[in-house]
């Protein structure tokens, strides 16, 4: 691979590089070159999390998905911007030491975003919204459009991230997917993350109306029973399209699978965060049977235990046996993941005139005929990170 620069200028064999280019040579025996991981889901505001629970006493097991949304609500109000920006430092830290050079990132407090422009990574900042009371929408609605207006923060991209079906009032989701086409930018949105969302828009009914709402003050906004899924009643208003990316997707039926394969939207699997907040599992086969683009993410360190995409593949291979090769693992890192936050055209893979994001992976004991892209997910050593061509370092 020959880089100038910060981009890839061109791949192939030693001996046509070095017939075409003379150039210093750095050479990494017993190693494979891969692309940069891209972790398509994370939240690196809450990196300290584990720490903030005890630190704040609220340091407890969560019995249901709704308990700990309302741990992690508790939580984030008691934060103090430094605690916050000393978090989003160590997410950003820990993603590069364990190879992850681009993230799709949800970003709830637009304060943090001057840390992002001056870090190494790329990938795009998702600016999230959610609410109900009309007035406060209207008014989260003007500054996202400001901010996003403005939008420049080093190697990263803007989009927009409407929370959940149930965190925004029906005005509002329709008003940010309007926002979202006229500024041709994509979305990412909170899907079928947990039962409780699908007894909520079946009765609207169950933990979420009970326990949810009121501890935020939203009662007065409880929608009448919808009586149909997350799913089809976003389908219903018109926001899923190919420009619509969704989180999660565990409890979605073969009938949501067939709305999201005909809009053409991407799916990101969070399975390490979906199985320690025991809400079950994707159904991945029929989502890749039916040909849904899917990607990795690891979410948070809120609900799960590391930001490493390698702890993520490999919690793949075991949980869906099968159903995909470790190649198509390896892609839904890399490839698969730059494409589910609209950054393929700049990274995910070694290319010409792509950022020259690369990892160099040790592999001490490839036997032959082993498969390359199962040794480097399960045995793989990482050697060395480049962004942009460079060996990166970050505060």
């Not at 998702?126 to 923060?153: K, M, N, Q, V």
């Amino acid at each position: 691979m020959v880089v100038d620069g910060d981009r890839i200028v061109e791949t192939g064999t030693l001996a046509e590089l070095r017939a075409r280019y003379s150039v210093p040579l750095r050479d990494f025996p017993g190693c494979a070159i891969i692309p940069g991981l891209v972790n398509a889901h994370t939240h690196l505001e809450l990196t300290h999390f584990p720490s903030w629970k005890i630190r704040k006493g609220i340091d407890y097991s969560p019995r249901t998905y709704v308990d700990w949304i309302i741990q992690v609500i508790k939580i984030r109000r008691a934060l103090t911007p430094q605690e916050l920006e000393l978090s989003v430092r160590e997410g950003l830290r820990i993603c590069l030491e364990s190879g992850t050079t681009s993230v799709g990132e949800i970003l709830s407090d637009r304060s943090l975003l001057h840390l992002y422009c001056n870090a190494p990574l790329s990938g795009r900042i998702f600016f999230e919204a959610l609410g109900h009371d009309p007035l406060r929408c209207r008014e989260a609605l003007d500054t996202l459009r400001a901010d996003l207006s403005s939008f420049r923060c080093g190697s990263f991209e803007p989009g927009i991230s409407p929370h959940a079906p149930h965190t925004l009032s029906a005005r509002f989701h329709d008003s940010l997917c309007r926002l979202a086409a006229a500024m041709e930018i994509p979305r990412v949105i909170h899907l079928a993350e947990s039962r409780a969302e699908s007894d909520f828009y079946f009765d609207s009914s169950g933990m979420i109306a009970d326990l949810l709402y009121p501890h935020v003050h939203w009662e007065e906004f409880i929608p009448p029973p919808q009586h149909a899924t997350a799913a089809s009643w976003l389908d219903r208003r018109g926001l899923l399209d190919r420009r619509t990316t969704c989180v999660h997707g565990v409890h979605l039926t073969p009938a949501d699978a067939e709305i999201l394969k005909e809009r053409g939207v991407t799916v990101i699997l969070c399975p390490r965060s979906n199985e320690k907040l025991a809400v079950g599992r994707a159904p991945a086969h029929l989502l890749k049977k039916l040909g849904i683009h899917l990607a990795l993410g690891t979410d948070s360190l809120a609900s799960n235990d590391s930001l490493s995409l390698w702890d993520e593949m490999r919690f793949v291979s075991e949980a869906y046996p099968g159903v995909f090769t470790p190649a198509e693992v390896l892609s839904l890192a890399t490839l698969a993941a730059a494409r589910a936050i609209a950054a393929d055209h700049q990274v995910g893979s070694l290319e010409p005139g792509k950022r020259a994001d690369f990892l160099v992976v040790d592999l001490p004991q490839l036997p032959a005929g082993h498969d390359l892209c199962e040794a480097i997910i399960q045995a793989g050593i990482l050697a060395e990170v480049f962004t942009a061509g460079k060996v990166p370092s970050i505060a």
